[in-house]
Structure formats: C-alpha cells, structure tokens
C-alpha cells in the first residue's frame, strides 16, 4: 500500500493568514507517460461528507475558492489556504489515486482559528 | 448534477452482514469513466476506501476487506450496494457512497453522498 503522511496533524491560523498542509507519499504518485501527479485534497466540516477541493495535485475543482492551492510533485505536496477564512475551519485530506487496491488517504490536519 | 443518496442510520448484530445500497440520481451511472465507490470513517477517525465497481461489473476491493467484501450493482436501478459479513463493533462506521472520475482508470471522488451511520451492536 501506499502511505500517505500529512503534517502536521493539527494547526491553528489567524484569520486572513497563509495555512499550509504537507502531505507526503511512501512512493512517487507521478506517471510519467501523461505527466500527472494522482493526489487529491478533500475538505471535510464537521457533520458533512468530504467535499472535493484539488485533483491532479493541483488543478482546482469547480466552485472552489482561489484562495486554495496545491502544489508539488512525485512525493511531496502541499495544500495552501493563502487567507484563511471562519468557514475554512474543516479537517483536510490528502490521498493518493495512483495505485490500487487500496486507494488511501493521509490521516487528516485539522484547521482551526487562532 | 450527480447526486448520490444513502439510506438512513442503522444498526447491525455482530457476526451479521452489513447491506447498504445507494442510488444514484442525474445521470452518468452507466457513462463509462466512473467508478462507484464506497469509503468508511469510523468514529472520530480518517477515512478509509472500502472498493468500487465500474458499469461493467468489474470490481477493485480493500485487502483488508476483501474477503468479506462483496460490491454490486443494478444499472436498471441506477443503484450500487455493499455488503460486508461477518462484522464486528471495528465495522462501526460512517458508510459514505462516492463517485469516481478521472481519466478513465484512476481518479479522484468529485461527488460524494451524504452517509450513513451503521452500527454494530447487539
């Protein structure tokens, strides 16, 4: 299986301040042949299911705000609220869609405000 | 849009087989590039993927669930379902339903439903 570690697994942020989100995998999700990265970032508010926020490690998924972004390659990515909002306050994964079976997810960071 | 529905919260006796279903509405069930996908988040923890189908009927299962896994579906109903055996109190969960897109053999889940509790407990 691929292991995906977040860190840290918890941070607190100021409103309108940066909050940043490792996340790294046990081996490269990079595939060469198409040039794409298979990580996905999800955003989970308490009592709801997990909403899609960036695919293809970086590109954002429709209707979500541009004030989140996502950046890396092979191992290691990062997630980025560049200002973070009161309704950002959530539970953040990483997972990996490079190989199966399993798909598998990191253990989640949550964010909170400062 | 792709809605995905759950059924409500229930319970389940150790040793007995957890069955959920979900029914997909709007659209892209049978349009080939979507896998139908369950994940589980046990109480208070991440979130584990569980195995898909895909319209064909091909599947891809958990390891670690693999042998009391069996995922189906029934394209007239636009319904796919789950059912896990032999369940313990570690089968307690939240049981979500999910589709997955991407480039026709890997993707990431943009549509997800809004889950059910299920608990294992005599």
């Known amino acids: 299986d691929i292991v995906m570690t977040q860190s840290p697994d918890s941070l607190a942020v100021s409103l309108g301040e940066r909050a940043t989100i490792n996340c790294k995998s046990s081996q490269s999700v990079f595939y060469s042949p198409n040039n794409k990265n298979y990580l996905a970032w999800y955003q989970q508010k308490p009592g709801q299911p997990p909403k899609l926020l960036i695919y293809w490690a970086s590109t954002r998924e429709s209707g979500v705000p541009d004030r989140f972004s996502g950046s890396g390659s092979g191992t290691d990515f990062t997630l980025t609220i560049s200002s973070l909002q009161a309704e950002d306050v959530a539970v953040y994964y990483c997972q990996q869609y490079y190989a199966t079976p399993p798909r598998t997810f990191g253990q989640g960071t949550k964010v909170e405000i400062k | 849009q792709v809605r995905l529905q759950e059924p409500g919260p229930g319970l389940v006796e150790p040793s007995q087989t957890l069955s959920l279903t979900c029914t997909v509405f709007a659209g892209s069930f049978t349009s080939d590039g979507y896998y139908w996908t369950w994940i589980r988040q046990r109480p208070g923890k991440g979130l584990e993927w569980i195995g898909y189908?895909?319209?064909?009927?091909?599947?891809n299962y958990n390891p670690s669930l693999r042998s009391r896994l069996t995922i189906s579906l029934d394209t007239s109903e636009n319904q796919f379902s789950l059912n896990l055996n032999s369940v313990t109190a570690a089968d307690t969960a939240v049981y979500y339903c999910?589709?997955?897109?991407?480039?026709?053999?890997?993707?990431?889940?943009?549509?997800w439903g809004q889950g059910t509790l299920v608990t294992v407990s005599s």
């Open positions: 189908i895909y319209n064909n009927g091909d599947t």
């Open positions: 999910a589709r997955e897109s991407g480039d026709g053999h890997n993707g990431y889940l943009d549509s």
